[in-house]
């Protein structure tokens, strides 16, 4: 699977210490084991000169105090908190001044942020995904790409997950549904 860096991205969803760092709220390890191919991935991009950008979850304390009906904390607990430890992004994948980093208050990292704005900007076409949760966020945000006409492609191992069926679920849907999966070893930079 081949992919022009001038009109790709890849998005590197959700990778904060609250999800991947043993003393996160909402740890899991296989978000840990994400890690290395994130890492991969990120370094893939860097060097074939396509973009990179982040997602971060941040959540400021009283977000829900007033809600109808979605409220994360109520479902989740009280998790990656504005200002807090676990809302920073892992430090194995520290941004780049000039990466983009997304800050998100819903699973779908295109929900009232800049990214679609700025994936337009930038002449980005292609979004290769990889990050946390597989079929939370990173199932969403890669959703709401492919109805805005990007071409999203889940990289099935370099997504974490709660169970292993819900990474089975995430990569099957986006590809049944909206968009391509891949592997590592399936993204080239031509």
């Not at 009283?62 to 809302?87: I, L, S």
């Not at 002449?123 to 790409?145: E, M, Q, Y």
Request: charged share 30%; with cysteine; proline share 5%.
């Amino acid at each position: 699977m081949e992919f022009d860096p001038e009109r790709t991205a890849v998005v590197i969803v959700d990778m904060q210490n609250g999800f991947c760092h043993p003393d996160g709220s909402l740890y899991a390890p296989p978000s840990e084991e994400a890690i290395e191919p994130c890492t991969t991935l990120v370094d893939r991009a860097r060097d074939a000169g396509a973009a990179v950008v982040y997602t971060k979850d941040v959540h400021p304390p009283d977000q829900f105090e007033d809600a109808h009906y979605y409220d994360e904390f109520d479902r989740w607990g009280e998790h990656v908190v504005e200002g807090d430890w676990e809302a920073e992004i892992i430090e194995e994948l520290s941004p780049r001044d000039d990466e983009l980093v997304v800050v998100k208050h819903t699973y779908n990292a295109f929900y009232q942020t800049q990214l679609e704005g700025w994936l337009n900007a930038h002449g980005i076409d292609d979004l290769v995904f990889a990050g946390t949760l597989a079929n939370v966020c990173v199932l969403h945000t890669a959703s709401a790409a492919g109805f805005r006409d990007y071409r999203p492609v889940v990289v099935d191992d370099a997504v974490g997950y709660l169970e292993p069926d819900d990474r089975k679920y995430a990569v099957e849907h986006a590809d049944w549904l909206f968009g391509e999966r891949a592997t590592i070893d399936d993204v080239q930079f031509e």
